[in-house]
């Protein structure tokens, strides 16, 4: 169907458009007669004014632009519903651009949040976006970066300390007795996965004798953990590892699947440490061991920084709040 508009209420009610305009926003400029007359066609029609476009008039959009690497992940899903619960607190909605690990994406994500002028970004980077970020700010656009930290400091952020979440999950699988690891996780451009890989590293350097073996993909999903744990469960016992860290818990989870599948004991043979403590890491087939994020709070402190921001009630300081990890043991690494 054709979406009614403007034009349609004044043709059905024979005045001009910008006598609806004023009968519809500001009715005191018009008299009785004509009000009463335009909401009468409105009403026929079933015309519904634009409130964006309101908005915009008003100087204001109100909306939060947020950019997430992958909204598949249910990380990154509970982040945007904390950003959500803050911002409707205030009267607003968030406009959400999931990048699905795509640098174009995302800038085509920034770039759209600059054309529809949302009041404040929330920027979960996954890639390389400084000049994006700089024309946001030179709009009057303030920027918060979440699940990251800005190397220029220019930027407040939310941030978690990977390099320590690294280290509690290597720390975890070399206390069990386990001395050959393994790390699987994304390219190592990606900060959040650099810093866990660093952190393990820093782990296995203490204790003599362990090893550290780095496995990369491009996605971080579950069906890419499957065909890991089967390849690990194709070599030879003394050739796999012991202990793996998954650089989240979709591939952690995936992981002990294709090792199951295949003959392989977990934790038994190989003990398995996922990232994120998504609601799924506690009921899967093997109750995974996990590094949780607080990712709703995360989400919420972000928006919180931001609106204070945008109110002006936050003054020209910077804000950088990074959360600690915490270890959450269940079966994937500890037998009965």
Do not use: C
Not at 154 to 181: C, I, K, N, Q, W
Not at 189 to 212: D, S
């Amino acid at each position: 169907m054709k979406r009614v508009g403007i034009r349609d209420v004044a043709e059905r009610a024979g005045v001009s458009i910008s006598t609806v305009s004023n009968a519809l926003n500001r009715p005191h400029m018009v008299s009785e007669r004509l009000v009463d007359r335009v909401r009468s066609a409105a009403d026929q029609l079933g015309y519904v004014p634009l409130q964006a476009a309101q908005q915009l008039r008003a100087g204001r959009s109100g909306l939060l632009g947020m950019t997430v690497i992958n909204i598949a992940n249910p990380f990154f899903a509970d982040m945007v519903a904390g950003a959500e619960e803050a911002a409707s607190g205030a009267g607003l909605r968030v406009l959400v651009g999931n990048s699905s690990d795509d640098v174009t994406k995302e800038r085509d994500h920034l770039e759209l949040f600059e054309r529809v002028q949302v009041e404040g970004a929330l920027v979960s980077p996954f890639g390389p976006l400084e000049p994006w970020l700089q024309r946001l700010r030179g709009r009057g656009i303030p920027v918060v970066l979440v699940d990251a930290i800005d190397d220029t400091g220019e930027l407040p952020s939310v941030s978690f300390d990977d390099v320590a979440g690294g280290r509690l999950a290597a720390e975890h699988l070399l206390a069990t007795g386990r001395r050959r690891l393994a790390f699987v996780g994304a390219r190592e451009e990606v900060r959040q996965v650099r810093e866990r890989l660093q952190g393990a590293r820093l782990a296995v350097a203490a204790y003599q004798g362990a090893t550290l073996e780095p496995i990369w993909t491009e996605r971080t999903t579950s069906d890419r953990g499957v065909a890991f744990g089967e390849q690990l469960a194709a070599r030879s016992p003394a050739d796999r590892p012991d202990g793996v860290v998954a650089s989240n818990d979709h591939l952690a989870i995936g992981l002990v699947h294709g090792l199951i599948s295949r003959g392989v004991r977990v934790p038994e043979d190989i003990a398995v440490v996922g990232y994120d403590d998504i609601e799924f890491a506690a009921i899967a087939g093997v109750p995974l061991t996990s590094v949780r994020q607080p990712a709703h709070e995360m989400g919420r402190t972000a928006a919180e920084m931001l609106l204070a921001r945008i109110s002006g009630i936050a003054g020209p300081e910077l804000g950088n709040v990074v959360y600690r990890p915490e270890l959450i043991v269940r079966a994937s690494t500890m037998s009965a």
